[in-house]
């Protein structure tokens, strides 16, 4: 099989693939240093349908795996699927539901599924948003007038249309479904923590840890009342999801609200969510490809993980690269699992190569374990500019 894609999801991908026995060759493109452990890279980019299309065809693939969103917002799946390859991974008009911010609220509308309140004019508090794909960071929450007079330009700099929203107040989680295109299959919730600093300051970013289960929630519930409809919906427009359907809700004093909606499974949250997971991962996917994943189970086991994002010192505005990252032996041999998200080999020394540069998960027999466990091994890891977040997961760790 061929993944798509280079970050810690796809090295969480990855991982647990690596780990089913019916696997018998992985490929990757582009992949990354930790991908290269599992399987074989080739340097083909996500978003060069053409190339992925020869790979798949050069290689004999039976099934490609689509890890980040731009490539499915462009096509590529529909590109592969054209081909006769089965793809994990929607079609374009079916991604839209993540690249179309205006897309999805009109999916939400027709589906009756609940989501914040589009607001006609911007006045604090409100949020604005990218109307397309911007990494995480075309959010601007505002609070105050100041916080918005900042937010306008930087959201006009984007260059899309924007889209006014109600700032809802709650807690957020994510939820994943896996869908054939008509039945969806709950997995574990996650939390994500977006903000880059501690306390939940400073500005959005692609995630900076994660942990899961999320506290208090029925996944199956909330997969049957926001997912399920919104995945009729898309069929009834003759665009059928197949893949990962993201629900990022905010838990209001008035019910769920949907936040947004991604096509893909989420980055971090996917680092703590597989090694969590029981059941035979490939074949669930396999199966869902295929149109049928009515009979697929993938049951999460007791113990809790948590995920820290080891960052370079500047994310999210700007990354780096070059700098020699060490310690990820000494990390793994504490128990803890260590995936690659922006690292790159120089001479043979593995450096630093991105904003998110390494993310260490471990599990525990409860969170406050899971999370100490990972602290720990972090602490094991140096580069230059190495920064987290000390506080992920603290509050879920104190609820005994
Ligand atoms: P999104 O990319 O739409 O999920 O937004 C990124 C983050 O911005 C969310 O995870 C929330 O923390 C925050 N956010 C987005 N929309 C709202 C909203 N309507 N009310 C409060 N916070 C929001
Ligand atoms: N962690 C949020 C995302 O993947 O969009």
């Known amino acids: 099989m061929l993944l798509v894609g280079s970050g810690g999801r796809e090295h969480a991908l990855a991982w647990k693939l690596a780990q089913s026995t019916a696997l018998t060759e992985l490929h990757c493109a582009p992949g990354n240093p930790g991908i290269a452990r599992h399987g074989h890279c080739h340097p083909v980019r996500g978003e060069d349908a053409e190339g992925l299309l020869g790979l ?61 309140p589009v607001l006609s004019v911007a006045r604090p508090p409100c949020v604005i948003k990218a109307d397309g794909l911007a990494a995480g960071k075309g959010v601007f929450v505002c609070r105050t007038q100041e916080e918005l007079d900042a937010a306008l330009p930087a959201a006009a700099a984007l260059g899309q249309a924007l889209v006014i929203e109600e700032l809802l107040e709650g807690t957020e989680v994510s939820v994943f479904a896996l869908c054939d295109g008509a039945n969806t299959i709950a997995l574990p919730s996650a939390q994500d923590f977006k903000r880059a600093y501690d306390g939940d300051e400073g500005p959005n970013t692609g995630g900076m840890g994660s942990y899961s289960p999320a506290p208090d929630i029925d996944v199956n519930e909330l997969v049957d009342s926001i997912h399920r409809p919104v995945l009729a ?154 920064r987290y977040r000390t506080d992920i997961a603290k509050e879920a760790a104190a609820v005994v």
């Open 233 to 386: 919906e898309l069929a009834r427009r003759d665009s059928p999801f197949v893949g990962i359907l993201f629900a990022g809700l905010i838990l209001t004093e008035d019910g769920p609200r949907v936040l947004e909606f991604n096509c893909r499974f989420g980055d971090p949250e996917t680092q703590s969510l597989l090694p969590r997971l029981e059941g035979n991962f490939l074949d669930a996917l396999a199966a869902a490809a295929a149109g049928d994943a009515s009979g697929v189970e993938l049951p999460a086991g007791d113990e809790p993980a948590v995920t820290l994002v080891l960052a370079a010192g500047d994310y999210p505005a700007s990354g780096d690269s070059g700098s020699p990252i060490s310690g990820i032996d000494a990390a793994e041999a504490s128990g803890a699992l260590v995936f690659h998200a922006g690292t790159a080999l120089r001479d043979d020394r593995l450096v630093t190569n991105g904003g998110r540069i390494l993310d260490v998960t471990a599990l525990g027999a409860t969170i406050a374990a899971a999370r100490e466990r990972a602290y720990d091994a972090a602490a094991l890891i140096s580069f230059a500019g190495a």
């Open 56 to 116: 798949a065809r050069e290689l004999a693939v039976d099934l490609v795996v689509v890890g980040p969103e731009a490539p499915l917002v462009e096509g590529v799946g529909d590109a592969l699927r054209k081909s006769g390859v089965a793809v994990f991974g929607p079609s374009r008009a079916a991604a839209a539901i993540e690249g179309s911010k205006s897309f999805a609220k009109d999916i939400l509308r027709a589906a009756g599924v609940p989501a914040a």
